[in-house]
């Protein structure tokens, strides 16, 4: 199993732009999440989702949108890139059965915005 | 808004020595749980304790619970050099469980561990 990939690594981005970030997962996990992890911040959800076709509103939402189309990929998009999204961004999936609410995390991309 | 607060920020110690690790949170809990991050990789799950657990122990980590103080420590015994990393801990806020749990993640501790 690869666990929870991330597509791209790295992304250099001009004000303005746009661009989608992929998140795959083969484990079969229901649940999904995107965060944000910037420094001295710890890591901040941005958007969730609880099975395929749905999605919910993290903690900073703001300039962000997600779609969950198949299960295994829940994709986060950026419409208009703004310097403040400079970040490393992490998806995290987690099962629904088990009850230890363990997520488990993507390898990260690395996001600049010029 | 940060739930859990670890503490120190940084930590230097010599391979052998023990590391402590401190977190607290502000609202009452359903689990507690401990994760590293390697530089530059994603995080990854070291253990969970529950709001009804006192200690947990994992080959060399061993957490503790204290839901009186609102607090969690993290002790890696024996270091080693492969223990360099940042350590998170994250809280699921307790009534919030199912779809609706949720992890809220501290700031961090760096950990260094000096060959």
């Known amino acids: 199993n690869a666990g929870v990939t991330q597509t791209p690594k790295f992304r250099v981005l001009k004000t303005g732009q746009s661009m989608t970030l992929l998140c795959a997962q083969d484990?079969?996990?229901?649940?999904m999440y995107w965060y944000r992890q910037d420094p001295g911040m710890g890591l901040r959800l941005i958007h969730y989702?609880?099975?395929?076709?749905?999605?919910a509103k993290g903690e900073v939402p703001d300039g962000y949108n997600v779609s969950r189309l198949k299960k295994q990929n829940f994709l986060l998009g950026l419409e208009s890139a703004a310097p403040s999204q400079t970040s490393v961004y992490f998806c995290?999936?987690?099962?629904?059965?088990?009850?230890?609410?363990?997520?488990?995390f993507g390898p990260g991309t690395r996001l600049t915005v010029l | 808004s940060q739930q859990g607060e670890e503490d120190p920020q940084a930590l230097s110690i010599q391979e052998g020595e023990n590391a402590t690790m401190n977190c607290s949170y502000k609202?009452?809990?359903?689990?507690l749980q401990w994760y590293r991050q390697n530089s530059g990789r994603g995080l990854v799950h070291l253990i969970l304790?529950?709001?009804?657990?006192r200690e947990k122990h994992s080959g060399r980590l061993r957490v503790t619970l204290d839901t009186s103080k609102k607090s969690s420590s993290l002790l890696i015994t024996a270091s080693r050099a492969a223990d360099t990393a940042s350590y998170f801990c994250?809280?699921?806020?307790?009534?919030?469980?199912?779809?609706?749990?949720?992890?809220?993640f501290g700031k961090g501790i760096t950990l260094s561990v000096r060959p």
């Open positions: 304790i529950r709001s009804n657990e």
């Open positions: 484990m079969n996990h229901e649940y």
């Open positions: 994250a809280t699921v806020v307790r009534g919030y469980t199912g779809a609706n749990s949720k992890l809220t």
């Open positions: 989702s609880v099975g395929e076709g749905t999605t």
């Open positions: 609202t009452s809990i359903n689990n």
């Open positions: 995290a999936s987690r099962p629904t059965l088990g009850g230890t609410d363990t997520q488990y």
